[in-house]
């Protein structure tokens, strides 16, 4: 943390972040408030995605699951302090973690997906069909969040430099985690997973641990959610909002942090803009996924360094950017070795 | 006479389906000697490995490590209980540098390993690690990315990696497998210096068979998964067995 502390571009951005509703109406702080939501949503996937190597389809349900929690505290308990929802969101979003990464760390690469897209579609019907938290409508008409008794979040500056002030802290304690003696192991973990289990590290734990980690973060994003938009509902938890968050980590550079950032932000943008003028939104989506996979195989991260020409330090544990699943399945030594013999 | 028996194994036997890829290979490693596995392809001397490593769990038989049963214990503990291995395809950590490769491994004693502080506290290992490398003449490539490295420097790093987390027992999968004759000599020759110095066992696949005569104590010999022989170095090479399996007597 101090590393990025004493880091000019980390102060530059805090600054210019800062100052952007002053310079932008309600309409585009909205938008914003979105970006930096997404943001966070897509830097805690990266965790998991770009620093262990292990691709999660289902980090939805961690959001959604924060939204949830948030909106359940206000509309039922009448609680509108974040700091009592983010504190039901860690107990929700953990506990849930924990049993997803329990079973979904017995396989690996694609297969891990599919664990992770399977317990979250679960939780997506549970919600959608249960009546108490609104069905298929959601929980609707929320009250503003407080951060502190009576102060209410309720314009969208407030709300933008809340958001703001978690997307620092939740980018702040990542930061140390990727560069402590456990994120390096998550990225031997990336690199080799028979190699690290053969150097005494429990890799099972070890990702379960990154699973959570990343899906409180997660959770943090989708816990603000309703405090922007006033509601959950049950499309926070699906699929789909899964793999947009996989686009955002890849638009941004996966294993970056900041890339995934960025990617949040830039896929918040580019699907308003388009979606306000064309009905087909998604195939421009595409397009640019398909051209950034193509042409930028570090994301907007990687052409931002290149622009800026710093270079970014190798590995100090993964900033490179993995073939993820991909690489899962391509090394499997032991099956290999035994093969042999 | 044995003295001082570090690992065992009784019984060992190990089947893929219907293929008895490992049958009742018994074994002892006297402490601080270098005991070699030899055969031909497909002798089961990798599973064998992978079996004692905790890679497979065996069909039979038992593991015995410094008086302590470890059959069925996963890989990462056999390493914390002082077994290291490197492998047959050399398994390193390609995108990070070299000298990230090793603090990995080095880090893996430190007291944090496992504990809640380990998720912010970054130990410094850096000069344990660099230490490593010099002696394998890695010095000069600390921050080369694995991937990177010669042939003969990655199944280096590989052993760097296997000796960073100090075993008692370094089980070298074919070390120089793919080697030039100058890269084999000088292997071999480090491998034994780091041996004799910290009195580490070695347990060894080779093909090579200059190295195998060269250094070791005993020469254990499988062939379509059975010990076939076990003996000197010079005893083996003697054995009408031996001959037998490595020019083809089956069928």
Known sequence: MMATLRAWPFWACAAGLALLPLISGPFYTYLWVTCLIFGILAMGLDILMGYTGQVSFGHAAFFGL??????????????????V????????????????????TTRRGIYFALLTLIFAEVVHRIFFYTYAFGASDGIQGLDPVTILPGVPVDTPTKIYYVVLAALLVCYLAASVLVRSHFGRVLAAIRENEDRARFLGYNVRRYKMVACVVSALIAGVAGALYPARAGFATPDLLMWTLSGEAIVMVMLGGAGTLVGPILGGAFFTIL??????????????????????????????????????????????????????????????????????? | MLGDIILETQNLSRDFGALRALGHVDLQVPRGRVHSVIGPNGAGKTTFFNVVTGMYAPTAGRVIFKGEDITGVPPEAINWK????????????????????????????????????????????????????????LDGRLDEHAGNLSHGEQRFLDI????????????????????????????????????????????????????????????????????????????????????????????
């Not at chain 1, 929802?85 to 979904?104: R, T």
Request: hydrophobic share 50%; aromatic share 8%.
């Open chain 1, 66 to 83: 924060g939204a949830y929690s948030t909106a359940v505290m206000i509309q039922f308990y009448k609680i509108q302090s974040l700091w």
């Open chain 2, 160 to 251: 760097c990696l296997a000796l960073a987390t100090e075993p008692e027992l370094l089980l070298l999968d074919e070390p120089t497998a793919g080697m030039t004759p100058s890269e084999t000599r000088e292997a071999v020759d480090l491998i034994m210096q780091v041996a004799r110095r910290r009195g580490l066992t070695l347990l060894l696949i080779e093909h090579d068979m200059s190295v195998v005569m060269g250094i070791s104590d005993r020469v254990t010999v499988l062939h379509q998964g059975l010990k076939i022989a076990e003996g000197t170095p010079d005893e083996v090479r003697a054995d009408p067995k031996v001959v037998e399996a490595y020019l083809g007597g089956e069928l």
């Open chain 2, 82 to 137: 002082g077994i290291a291995k490197t492998f047959q395809i050399t398994q390193i950590f390609r995108e990070l540098t070299v000298l990230e490769n090793v603090q990995i491994a080095c880090q893996s004693r430190l007291p944090e390993t496992g504990k809640l502080r380990s998720l912010w506290a970054a130990p410094d290992v850096r000069d344990r690690a660099a230490d490593l490398l010099k002696f394998f003449r």
């Open chain 1, 271 to 341: 699907v308003e803009k388009v979606s306000s003028v064309w009905d087909y939104y998604f195939i421009a989506v595409g397009l640019v996924l398909a051209a950034v996979v193509l042409f930028m195989p570090k994301g907007l991260f990687g052409l931002v360094a290149r622009w800026t020409r710093r270079r970014e330090a190798p590995g100090a544990a993964g900033i490179r950017v993995p073939a993820g699943a991909a690489a899962e399945v391509r090394r499997d030594p032991a099956a290999r070795a035994g093969r042999r013999t």
């Open chain 1, 85 to 104: 929802s983010l504190l039901v969101m860690a107990v929700v979003v953990g506990a849930y973690a924990l049993i997803v990464s329990y079973f979904a």
